[in-house]
């Protein structure tokens, strides 16, 4: 009798689990809750880093320090928040709700900004110090870690504290001078506008005049009536902005410009300072982008002292990272270049010379991650094994001896230890949601810091899969194809193309959900097939690859992307009368371009933010890949979609932000007007207020509105 029961028993406790397991797996995505939800998104560790120049770790939890010592598994929490608090109240300071951003400036102390307010806090003495004050308005700050003094900007000028004792560097009554921000719209690389030098002697700086570039006007609708807000948007083969580079010494009060001579239509990129903070180096580029020089000036004089090397190419050259000095050679650097087709490493010293290629092949260096404490490394981030996937590895300087050191299948980032002994090894893959393991930089894992869960286990997810198929010329092109959730192989399916396209932009790869973002898997729940292909032009596939769209912007892709199509007609579960197409930006430059000129296969589209003519987007971008109007008219012409209005049979939807400043709304209205000289019907939706993206709380309604027109008109 009992073991009867006790059968019973374990009967009804195993189709309890089956029925909890069945049911818990059959949650469908919420939109609001995959903008603003993160539980759905895996975790991290809050402000996990290097504790100064110690091999120490730390990083915030539950209001708290957590310490690790070096490769040790024992945590500690060595300050709480009220301990911070309580150091505040002694300065008559408010409390803090929460630990704030901090940085190790030493090994056992931080410093924070709270309201306009630096402080340091120090581990040891447990105490606090009130480094400076700055204005409320400060914009740009960027702290010194070895003096903290700070510079920031207000009002486009750039001003210093030093001992507590601000300096106006620069004093532009024109606003459209700009001293002390990002140049170049952002590209080749630049973050940010201010430079310090290694020791925090002085102080470089971007000045941008941008006076005799044409006003573009962004209406503000919210002011009754409306207002116009001017920006400076230079359009391809119009006139640019013309940038210097000042240097500030903070002792002095004085300022000195480098002599980097004309033409003023150039690009400066790549500042780095020397170790010895005599001089500074600058990867000028001409306004044609296919000419670079490695320049060297004198920091104190702004003489220009001599170019070290130059490169050139029938296409265009983008240098995009600084020289990486030897700590133990300050007379020699590494260079990323991608001169032999991908982008490798090389060594230089400071006269030029060439010593040696460091690394080859054709897969590229897509990040370098820092040396070991004596020169013999070097640690990078590199494609070798995959384009889909990102590993760490080190190279001997001496024998060029490549190490592996991640091992785990995905997408792998590093960041190394001031010692060069320890890594944290950062990684996520298609099985993997995310973890972080601390590592020596022989590969062997010490320990686990954090590992997650499947924040998507209970949600039933249609089938990820990844592949390859071939291209025109023989080339891979990578592929991402989502099922339907509750697949059922017998049915057919309308199909959903997400693409972007562009360079600087990889779609598929070997990461968590293979790079698609929830609203993607949300459309597949919905009972959408949905595909993405990275076509040429896309990122971490070499210079061949990418620059197969030189002067010709939507040709290749396009075709590449058909091939897909190709692929997809052959899948018998997919609807080939119910295929639709959906990108952003460049994405909806590429949505457009396909629907127009393979109108028989799209039935439904939906654009975002798209660019229309490249005659109205920004010369850095759009001049790199097209040239200008006036040396490139075909290809203008041929990519132009005004041009082929008249082609769109199936339905279109044009999104765009009305103060969209990337990607201007005179893109999309001049389509428009087309459309309306043609006779041609086409759907169109404003998100007031907002820029090239729709963000925040508005965001869900984007989604709902993109999902509606597919419900509307795809199935």
């Not at 709270?114 to 806090?121: A, G, N, Q, R, V």
Request: neutral net charge; proline residues 3%.
């Amino acid at each position: 009798m009992n073991s009867f029961i006790n059968k019973l028993a374990i009967f009804a406790l195993f189709n309890a689990l089956l029925f909890s397991s069945v049911f818990s797996q059959n949650k469908i995505i919420n939109l609001e809750d995959a903008t603003a939800k993160r539980s759905l998104y895996p975790s991290s560790l809050s402000q996990l880093q290097w504790m100064g120049k110690s091999d120490n770790l730390s990083y915030v939890a539950n209001n708290g320090i957590v310490f690790i010592k070096g490769n040790s598994d024992k945590k500690d929490t060595i300050i709480k928040l009220d301990d911070v608090n309580y150091e505040l109240n002694k300065l008559g300071e408010d409390k803090l709700k929460r630990f704030p951003a901090i940085t190790f400036i030493k090994d056992m102390g931080f410093m924070f900004n709270y309201k306009s307010k630096l402080f340091t806090y120090d581990l040891i003495t447990k105490k606090i110090e009130l480094v400076s004050k700055y204005d409320e308005t400060a914009e740009n700050i960027d702290i010194e870690p070895n003096t903290l003094s700070m510079a920031f900007t207000k009002n486009n000028n750039l001003f210093v504290i030093t001992n507590k004792v601000e300096t106006a560097v620069t004093s532009d009554i024109e606003k459209n001078i700009i001293n002390g921000q990002a140049v170049h719209r952002n590209e080749f690389g630049i973050e940010k506008g201010t430079f310090w030098s290694p020791n925090g002697s002085f102080l470089a700086f971007y000045r941008m005049d941008q006076t005799m570039v044409t006003d573009y006007p962004l209406v503000d609708i919210d002011p009754t009536p409306a207002e116009v807000n001017l920006i400076k948007y230079p359009m391809a083969g119009m006139t640019s902005h013309h940038v210097t580079l000042g240097v500030f010494n903070p002792l002095t009060k004085k300022t000195i410009f480098l002599k980097t001579g004309e033409p003023a239509e150039q690009y400066l990129t790549n500042i780095t300072w020397s170790p010895d903070e005599k001089y500074i180096f600058i990867a000028v580029l001409n306004r044609d982008q296919n000419h670079m020089k490695l320049n060297k000036y004198n920091a104190i004089t702004g003489e220009f002292v001599k170019t070290l090397f130059e490169e050139k190419s029938d296409k265009y050259v983008e240098p995009q990272t600084p020289l990486y000095f030897l700590k133990t050679k300050p007379d020699q650097f590494i260079w990323l270049s991608q001169r032999d087709g991908f982008n490798h490493m090389y060594l230089y010293d400071t006269n030029g010379k060439l010593i040696k290629q460091l690394t080859s092949g054709d897969w590229l260096v897509s990040d370098l991650i820092g040396f070991d404490e004596n020169d013999k490394k070097v640690y990078y981030k590199s494609t070798a094994t995959s384009p889909l996937e990102q590993h760490l590895y080190s190279v001997e300087i001496k024998s060029g001896k490549t190490t592996k050191i991640s091992s785990v299948k995905g997408t792998h980032n590093g960041y190394l230890s001031n010692s060069g002994k320890y890594i944290i090894d950062f990684f996520s893959s298609t099985t993997n949601p995310g973890q972080i393991d601390l590592e020596s930089t022989n590969g062997k894992v010490l320990q686990t810091l954090n590992k997650n869960e499947n924040p998507l286990k209970d949600y039933n997810l249609g089938e990820t899969s990844l592949f390859k198929i071939k291209a025109s010329d023989g080339s891979d092109l990578y592929c991402r194809m989502i099922k339907p959730s509750n697949f059922d192989p017998k049915k057919k399916y309308p199909a959903i193309v997400y693409v972007y396209g562009g360079p600087h932009t990889q779609l598929v790869s070997e990461s968590w959900t293979a790079g698609a973002g929830l609203f993607l898997n949300y459309l597949a729940q919905k009972g959408y097939v949905v595909f993405t292909l990275d076509n040429h032009g896309s990122s971490n596939r070499g210079l061949k690859f990418e620059q197969a769209i030189f002067r010709n912007l939507g040709t290749v892709e396009a075709d590449d992307q058909m091939k897909g199509i190709d692929f997809l007609k052959k899948q018998s579960f997919v609807d080939t009368s119910k295929i639709g197409v959906h990108g952003w930006s460049y994405g909806g430059f590429m949505t457009i371009t396909m629907m127009l000129k393979h109108s028989n296969i799209f039935k439904v589209a939906v654009a975002g933010g798209p660019v229309i003519d490249w005659k109205y987007y920004e010369i850095m971008y759009g001049e790199r890949y097209m040239d200008t109007p006036e040396t490139n008219p075909d290809g203008y012409k041929n990519s132009s979609l005004l041009n082929y209005a008249q082609d769109l049979k199936g339905k279109l939807l044009i999104i765009h932000g009305t103060v969209d400043n990337t990607v201007v709304m005179q893109h999309s209205l001049s389509f428009l007007k087309k459309c309306v000289d043609e006779g041609i019907q086409v759907d169109y939706f404003l998100y007031p207020g907002h820029e090239h993206n729709v963000s925040g709380k508005d965001r869900a309604h984007l989604f709902h509105k993109i999902e509606n027109y597919f419900n509307d008109y795809l199935k």
